[in-house]
């Protein structure tokens, strides 16, 4: 079998491959970060539910649901950059384009909470 015919007929596992490699990337990357980011005054925000929140968080994050966050955008400063966690990084991926799309400029996604506690 050629290589595109397996491309082909294996491209959801292909792209879904994809997708959990670049989660892992870009959150190696803001983790490697955070020092910087720490010391140029970022803000930490947690979109996960107030519930899922309170059983665990990283110290110094604030818990903005994502189901809240269009209407409580004015708690976060738009002059400082903005690091977003949650469970996995989906719902923290969402928090960053409605941020994106709202003005701030320099957002970045860790994925989970627990990159913070290292």
């Known amino acids: 079998m050629r290589f595109l015919d397996l491309v082909e007929k294996y491209w959801v596992l292909v792209a879904l491959g994809l997708w959990f490699a670049y989660k892992w990337w870009n959150s190696k990357r803001v983790?490697?970060?955070?020092?910087?980011?720490?010391?140029?005054?970022?803000?930490?925000?947690?979109?996960?539910?107030?519930?899922?929140?309170?059983?665990?968080?990283?110290?110094?994050?604030?818990?903005?649901?994502?189901?809240?966050?269009?209407?409580?955008?004015a708690e976060i400063p738009r002059s400082s950059p903005?690091?977003?966690?949650?469970?996995?990084?989906?719902?923290s991926g969402l928090a960053k384009v409605l941020l994106r799309k709202n003005g701030y400029l320099t957002v970045h996604n860790i994925g989970a909470w627990s990159k913070l506690l290292d």
């Open 31 to 73: 983790k490697a970060m955070l020092p910087e980011l720490k010391k140029n005054g970022a803000t930490f925000v947690d979109v996960r539910s107030a519930g899922e929140f309170a059983s665990a968080n990283a110290p110094g994050t604030i818990n903005i649901p994502l189901q809240e966050l269009g209407g409580r955008l």
């Open 82 to 91: 903005v690091v977003l966690c949650c469970a996995s990084g989906t719902r």
